[in-house]
């Protein structure tokens, strides 16, 4: 069955930087895209950033140039390196396979603030 762990997150000052991890089982890992999703309070969840299983990546216009995604097919990983972080940035960050899995994992809270 599937998992998805993510660990990484925390309280992070406007301007800071944060590394995301993602541990995922459950299926062929290499075989699939991944992707990273977030959800702020009240919002929808919306995606992030996306990368392909030879590791060609997308990004939200609103974390191009700020955000990377990367992923070690060797570990069954996905990472997400948040740089240059913005208050509206704060959410819970959740990653996944694409085609999504109907399990998702606890996310790893991210608060930027001074």
């Known amino acids: 069955q599937v998992q998805l762990v993510e660990s990484g997150g925390g309280l992070v000052q406007p301007g800071g930087s944060l590394r995301l991890s993602c541990a995922a089982s459950g299926r062929q890992f290499s075989i699939y895209a991944m992707r990273w999703y977030r959800q702020a309070p009240g919002k929808q969840r919306e995606l992030v950033a996306h990368i392909t299983t030879v590791g060609t990546t997308n990004y939200a216009d609103s974390v191009k140039g700020r955000f990377t995604i990367s992923r070690d097919n060797a570990k069954n990983m996905v990472y997400l390196q948040m740089n240059s972080l913005k208050p509206e940035d704060t959410a819970a960050y959740y990653c996944?396979?694409?085609?999504?899995?109907?399990?998702w994992g606890q996310g790893t809270q991210v608060t930027v603030s001074s």
């Open positions: 996944n396979f694409f085609p999504n899995s109907l399990t």
